[in-house]
C-alpha cells in the first residue's frame, strides 16, 4: 500500500458528513464524534480506496482482517468513557485506527496484535500519522500482565467467553468491553469491576466481528 497522509477538504468535507451519520445512528458522546472527526480514516487506506474510507462500513486490509465500522469503533469508544490520562489496554491492532480514536480521547495506549504482518504494519505506518501507542506482538487473550493495572481494556475481535485472566488486570472502577458470543454473532459486554473480586457486567447490542483467536480465546 502506497501512503499519503493527504487531509484535503473532500476527506475533510466526507468525515463531517459521517459524523452527522453517527450522531443520527445514537452516538451521543460529542468527545468521542469529535475525535471521530479528527482521525483522517483514509490514512488507513490505499488511495485507490479512498472514496470507501467515510462510509459507514468495516473494510479489508489485507491477511484476512478489516477496519472496523466507525460505529463500533464509535460504539466501543463511548462504552470506554476515556478520561484524559487513562492506561488502556487494547487487544487487537488491526489497522490502528482505533488506537489513534482512544489516544485522540487523551488515553495511553497498550495494544496487542497476534498477526504478525498487521503487527509491523501498523507499528511502522501509524508514528507517520503523529500517533504514538505502545505496539505489542503477541495473545492479547491474556492481557499484558506487565503493564496491568489499566483503566479501561478494549477487545476488537468476537470472543467466546470473558477472559478472567482480563478481569484481574483492571484497575478497581475499570471497564471492559468486550464483544462474546459465537463465530457468527456477538454481545458487546460491559464488565465493570467494582471491587477487589466483585464485577458488574451489562449485555448490550450484537455486533459481528472477527474472532478473537488463542489461549483464552477461539
Ligand atoms: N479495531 C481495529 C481497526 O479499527 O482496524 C480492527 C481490529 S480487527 C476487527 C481484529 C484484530 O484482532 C485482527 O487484526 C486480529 O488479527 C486481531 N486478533 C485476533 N485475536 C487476537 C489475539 N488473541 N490477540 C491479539 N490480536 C488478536
Redesign the pocket.
Given at each position: 500500500m502506497a501512503y499519503k497522509f493527504i487531509d484535503n477538504y473532500r476527506e475533510r468535507g466526507a468525515r463531517k458528513k459521517l459524523v452527522v451519520l453517527l450522531r443520527e445512528r445514537g452516538i451521543a458522546d460529542e468527545r468521542v464524534l469529535k475525535a471521530i472527526g479528527k482521525v483522517p480514516r483514509h490514512f488507513f487506506f490505499d488511495e485507490t480506496f479512498w472514496n470507501q474510507a467515510y462510509k459507514d462500513i468495516a473494510f479489508p486490509?489485507g491477511d484476512g482482517?478489516?477496519?472496523?465500522q466507525p460505529y463500533t469503533?464509535a460504539y466501543q469508544t463511548e462504552l470506554l468513557h476515556i478520561q484524559k490520562g487513562d492506561v488502556v489496554l487494547e487487544?487487537?491492532?488491526?489497522?490502528?485506527?482505533?488506537t489513534c480514536i482512544l489516544m485522540e480521547l487523551g488515553a495511553t495506549v497498550y495494544t496487542?496484535?497476534?498477526?504478525p504482518s498487521?503487527y509491523s504494519h501498523t507499528l511502522k505506518v501509524l508514528p507517520g500519522m503523529g500517533y504514538k501507542a505502545n505496539f505489542f506482538l503477541?495473545?492479547?487473550?491474556k492481557g499484558i500482565e506487565k503493564h496491568a493495572p489499566y483503566d479501561k481494556i478494549i477487545v476488537?475481535?468476537g470472543a467466546p467467553f470473558v477472559p478472567e485472566i482480563l478481569l484481574k488486570q483492571l484497575k478497581i472502577g475499570g471497564i471492559l468491553v468486550i464483544p462474546v458470543g459465537d463465530e457468527k454473532s456477538q454481545k458487546m459486554i460491559t464488565v465493570i469491576r467494582v471491587s477487589e473480586n466483585d464485577y458488574d457486567k451489562i449485555e448490550l447490542d450484537t455486533f459481528r466481528?472477527?474472532?478473537?483467536?488463542?489461549d483464552q480465546?477461539w
Open positions: 486490509i482482517q478489516t477496519i472496523s469503533v487487544i487487537g491492532t488491526g489497522s490502528g485506527y482505533q496487542i496484535e497476534r498477526q498487521i503477541g495473545d492479547g487473550s476488537t475481535a466481528f472477527v474472532p478473537l483467536v488463542g480465546a
